[in-house]
């Protein structure tokens, strides 16, 4: 069962997340603003950019990552169990479906179905593919009800398709986090801030995206990579965060900020390293 929080913090969510835009977007914000932002800037130390090459993309941390974003969107840290994951919450795109809530109407379930129908052609979603192209940019069901969350939940049990969210989520989110997070220089806690961020508020240009998040930032402190401290440049992207989840009646809760991150900033846990006891709408979870 959902967290009666769920549908609400899982899917405010994707206000950039066309996919065409949203790739676009952050393919520019990933590869552009480091280069312009950082000329002339001084290379991190050698020594924070040999502990910054094993982050959150270290296996052990990206679970621990997976976990963090699914308490907050599942109520549950359990978020292998989320592949099956099917429903429409009444927020204007549609269905929303899988570990990291892809869209029916933001392109993004479209493009995770098209890389599983190329893996396995023939498979029990391919037939709705026409549907997912004519609803995309909707909230309609046109063509997909009333098979289709039973479809869903059947591919949920094959390997094929779990690999391919688990793909799609790094494409689009998961490795432009970390390396973003990278070449600012902050660590691993700092480079789950980021993928957080992304999964909630897309990496497109409106002033609540991603990239408007830590311009925000920037605005107020400097990253490691430029010279700054990093729990002072951390500080201001939560803050820079929570003013975004605000602008939002939806996002309202912000205590996936207030009583997760920014619990783990103030103790000086930069590196994300367990144990981890922290709070999501007034529940309690802990990593051991």
């Known amino acids: ?17 066309t996919v065409g835009l949203a790739v676009l977007a952050l393919g520019l914000t990933f590869t552009a603003i480091p ?28 679970d621990i990552a997976m976990q963090l974003v699914s308490s907050a969107e599942n109520s549950t840290l359990d978020w292998k169990a989320q592949y099956g994951y099917i429903e429409d919450i009444g927020d204007g795109r549609g269905y929303t479906a899988g570990i990291i809530g892809f869209c029916s109407g933001t392109g993004d379930m479209l493009a995770l179905v098209e890389l599983y129908t190329e893996r396995k052609p023939g498979n029990v979603l ?45 494409r689009v989110y998961f490795d432009p986090a970390v390396r973003q997070g990278k070449a600012d220089g902050v660590g ?24 408007s998040i830590r311009q925000r930032a920037l605005a107020v ?13 951390l500080d201001a992207f939560l803050d820079a965060r929570v003013w975004a989840m605000e602008q939002e009646e939806a996002h309202s809760d912000t ?3 207030d009583t997760a991150q920014r619990v783990f900033l103030r103790n000086g846990n930069l590196d994300l390293d367990p144990p981890l006891d922290w709070q999501v709408y007034g529940d309690s979870f802990h990593i051991g």
């Open 221 to 233: 402190a400097s990253p490691p990579a430029q010279g700054g401290d990093e729990t002072a440049y």
């Open 35 to 62: 280069a312009t932002a950082h000329t002339g800037a001084p290379m991190p130390p050698a020594a924070h950019l040999e502990a910054a090459a094993t982050g959150l993309d270290d296996p052990a941390k990206k």
């Open 255 to 257: 205590s996936r900020v």
């Open 188 to 211: 691993t806690l700092g480079q789950f801030a980021y993928y957080d961020a992304i999964v909630m508020h897309g990496g497109g240009t409106d002033a609540t995206s991603f990239g």
């Open 1 to 17: 069962m959902h967290h009666p929080h769920t549908s609400t913090s899982r899917r405010t969510i994707r206000l950039t997340r």
């Open 126 to 170: 391919a037939p709705y593919l026409p549907a997912l192209r004519q609803v995309d940019g909707t909230d309609s069901h046109e063509g997909l009800d009333p098979g289709f969350t039973g479809a869903w939940a059947e591919a949920a049990s094959d390997p094929v398709f779990e690999q391919a969210q688990n793909d799609e989520r790094d």
